[in-house]
């Protein structure tokens, strides 16, 4: 059974810092790229990073230069580290898992920004 469970969100000020993290099936980690995605109230979801096997990353504009994507093999775990928060930034975010074997997501952790 193919599981991703993240943590690590909360409640930040704005120009603050938090880390999430997502713990994968050794299975499906190991072949996957790896992101994150978050989902505003009345938005679309949407891609904040990425990163492959290779440990290739992809942000989007938003967040570059403020937020970092990492991996670490010997865990099954993706990182994402995230400073300079801001309110635009709350939302819920979510790990998501692409393979050949197919897609994957995490039930989402909620980070939310205060001004």
């Known amino acids: 059974q193919v599981q991703l469970v993240e943590s690590g969100g909360g409640l930040v000020q704005a120009g603050g810092s938090l880390r999430l993290s997502c713990a994968a099936s050794e299975s499906i980690f190991r072949i996957s790229s790896m992101a994150w995605y978050r989902q505003a109230p009345g938005k679309q979801r949407e891609l904040v990073a990425e990163i492959n096997t290779g440990g290739i990353t992809n942000y989007a504009d938003s967040v570059k230069g403020r937020f970092a994507i990492s991996r670490d093999n010997a865990k099954n775990t993706v990182y994402l580290q995230m400073n300079s928060l801001k309110p635009e930034d709350t939302a819920v975010y979510y790990c998501?898992?692409?393979?050949?074997?197919?897609?994957?997501w995490g039930q989402g952790t909620q980070v939310t920004v205060s001004s």
């Open positions: 998501n898992a692409a393979s050949y074997m197919g897609g994957y």
